[in-house]
Every structure is written in structure tokens, then in C-alpha cells.
């Protein structure tokens, strides 16, 4: 069984105040941002961008200071799609990709103007885990932040061999106060050999 273990540290993420412009599936869609954080964005869109779709993305993130906007252009991967009780719209998650050092200097410094506080050491717990190719779901019994990045730690059966990858959060809830949190990590950087791994022991539980 694999065993996922977090780490690196948990980031914070500042919550609405921005807009996000994305031009994804031929569409161009100007929608209030959600949260922000340095490997990922959500926001509103309509219905109708598919998981896994590729994007462009302009984040323009006000200056209250300064009385200005900074304009952050970057492309994006879309990992999550939520649609909303009203069914007019999705909450949906984007990864950041090949986003230029200065835009990620100017996203950690608009992020640290708001939540005011230090980023935190602390793991994350999972337990039940159930693994995916491209991910996993597992509970935790503390809160793990939306977009949060972590490295996860795997190792197969009796082999000593240990492999890694990125993931992020794209899910983190539950139903109600008493119980766990249910969490949802996307895979974003997987080796060839890990992929690999990982596509052999999904098939070999599917065939039980």
C-alpha cells in the first residue's frame, strides 16, 4: 500500500479581492477570484470547461496602497469542477503553470499582505487513503487549505524503493462538524517512473 506523506509546508491562500480572466476551450471569461495561493487559483465560471483543459490566465490583483492593479499572465491546467446548487455556474480550481519568479514574487507578497500570518510547518494527516493514477482521496481530521501544494511520499509493497510527486489540494470538506474532513489531492508532477507504478497498482486493485 502506498503511503502518502506530506512534506513541505503549508502555504497560505488569500480569499476573493481579485479577478480572474481565463480564455479556456475558445471561450473568454472575465470571473471574481476565490482563493489564491502559489500553485493554484479558483474562481466562478459557467458550465462547460471540461477537467484536465488547458488555459490561459490573466489574475489582476488590486494594490490598495499603491492604487493600482498588477496583472499576472501565466498558463493553467483546470484540475477541479464543482457546479453550484444554482447550476448556473462551477467553482472550479486551476493549477499555475509556467508562471514567470517575478509574478510568483508579487502573488507570495499579495498573499502575505492579507493573511497576515506565517506560513505554518504542520503535516497533513490522512488516513484511508484511495489511490488514483492522477490522484487521491483520503479523510483528515484537521482542515487542509484549498490549493494547498505538498510533496507526497510513496512506497509499494515490500520494495524499499521510494518514490515522489507533487499534489495539490483541490477538495477539502465534510458533512457535518463530528465528522472528518474528506480531501482530494490532484498529482502534478509525476516521473515517468512513478506514473508507471502507479498505473500497475491501480489495475491490480481494479482486477481484486
Known sequence: MPEPMDERRVGPRAAGEF??????????????GCDLA???????LPGGFDVRAPA????????????KSHRISCRGTLLRRETA?????????????????GDE?????????RVGHPVREDGIGLREVRLEVNGLSAFSDAYVPILHET?????????????????????????????????????TE???????????YVAALEAE
Open 105 to 113: 514574487v508579487e502573488i507570495d507578497e499579495y498573499i502575505a499582505a
Open 190 to 200: 509525476v516521473s515517468p517512473r512513478l506514473g508507471e507504478r502507479l498505473k500497475n
Open 56 to 67: 490561459e490566465l490573466n489574475l489582476i490583483l488590486p494594490d490598495i496602497e499603491e492604487g
Open 151 to 187: 510533496r507526497i511520499r510513496f512506497s509499494f509493497g515490500t520494495s524499499k524503493e521510494e518514490l515522489e510527486c507533487t499534489a495539490l489540494v483541490v477538495k477539502c470538506e465534510r458533512s457535518r462538524a463530528d465528522q472528518p474532513f474528506e480531501v482530494v489531492l490532484f498529482f
Open 85 to 101: 446548487n444554482s447550476g448556473k455556474s462551477d467553482k472550479v480550481v486551476f493549477r499555475l503553470d509556467d508562471i514567470a519568479h
Open 38 to 44: 502559489a500553485g493554484g487559483v479558483s474562481c466562478q
Open 19 to 32: 479577478t480572474v480572466k481565463v480564455n479556456c476551450a475558445g471561450q473568454e471569461v472575465e470571473a471574481a
